[in-house]
């Protein structure tokens, strides 16, 4: 593939191919059915209230080949926000072609150059060692930290 990829705000019309990829990615990393109806209303939930967060879509000759959630977490140790890259996808016949690469490029640009972020960080499922190997490639590293949860409801 020779097509440069182009990188742009997702908006309300690219719920279906967002809901699409993430249901792909829970099944693929995770082996987990999500409720479509629930995540379509997360997805457009994201779009109603900008605190929630933003999507950016990688486009290839025109058609969207990737995705990723872009949310904020104050720290207050730092006095600023970290940015949390979410919900990276590829689509299949897109991967290894520096997809996620150009995703993360404008996400770093976009922090860069925003008073008062203070870094990247995202989560990785434990066994995804192909993603953990895209990530370091990029200079990410591990934070030293573990991700515990407390799940109050879980539509799966």
Not at 7 to 36: G, P, Q, S, Y
Not at 140 to 146: A, L, P, T, V
Request: negative net charge; proline residues 1%; charged residues 25%.
């Amino acid at each position: 593939m020779n097509d440069a990829i182009t990188i742009r705000a997702a908006c309300l019309a690219d719920t279906a191919f967002l809901v699409d990829c993430n249901a792909a990615m829970a099944l693929e990393t995770e082996h987990k059915l999500l409720d479509r109806e629930v995540l379509k209303q997360g997805t457009e939930a994201v779009f109603a209230d900008a605190r929630r967060g933003s999507y950016r879509i990688a486009e290839r000759a025109g058609v969207a080949v990737g995705c990723l959630l872009v949310t904020h977490e104050w720290s207050d140790w730092r006095n600023g926000d970290w940015w949390w890259i979410q919900s990276v996808y590829v689509t299949a016949e897109a991967r290894r072609g520096g997809v996620f690469r150009a995703l993360y490029a404008d996400v770093a640009r976009q922090a860069r150059a925003t008073p008062g972020v203070v870094g990247l960080r995202l989560y990785v499922e434990s066994e995804n060692h192909a993603a953990q190997a895209t990530y370091a490639a990029l200079g990410m590293r591990d934070s030293g930290y573990r991700l515990l949860e407390t799940v109050f409801a879980d539509p799966l």
